[in-house]
């Protein structure tokens, strides 16, 4: 299984980014999509994530600002996130996660400056 994401970059506060996970080599029905983010100095951190029935959850930080989707077809996930704050500044990892193991892709930088 591999991850690859994309769509990081620097943004100003208040403005919005889109992050991408494309998904080769995973099938299992019992999947899960997921992004965290580890910010300097601190530890790595579930952000949002779904399952392969579509139920998506958010950890409080970022519930009503931030979107998980994904499109089973294409193995694929997003992340939509608004109304940014600099305390979303981190690196953004995506993650698979099946019956047969747990996968990360790459992480993306996210900067957000006030």
């Known amino acids: 299984v591999q991850l690859q994401a994309s769509g990081g970059g620097s943004v100003q506060a208040g403005g919005s980014l889109r992050l991408s996970c494309s998904v080769s080599?995973?099938?299992?029905?019992?999947?899960?999509m997921s992004w965290y983010r580890q910010a300097q100095g601190k530890q790595r951190e579930l952000v949002a994530s779904i399952p392969i029935d579509g139920t998506p959850r958010y950890s409080a930080s970022v519930k009503g600002r931030f979107t998980i989707s994904r499109d089973n077809a294409r193995n694929t996930q997003w992340l939509q996130m608004n109304r940014l704050l600099p305390d979303d500044t981190a690196v953004y990892y995506c993650y698979y996660g099946d019956r047969n193991g747990q996968y990360w892709g790459k992480g993306t930088l996210v900067t957000v400056s006030s």
């Open positions: 080599g995973g099938d299992d029905i019992f999947q899960v």
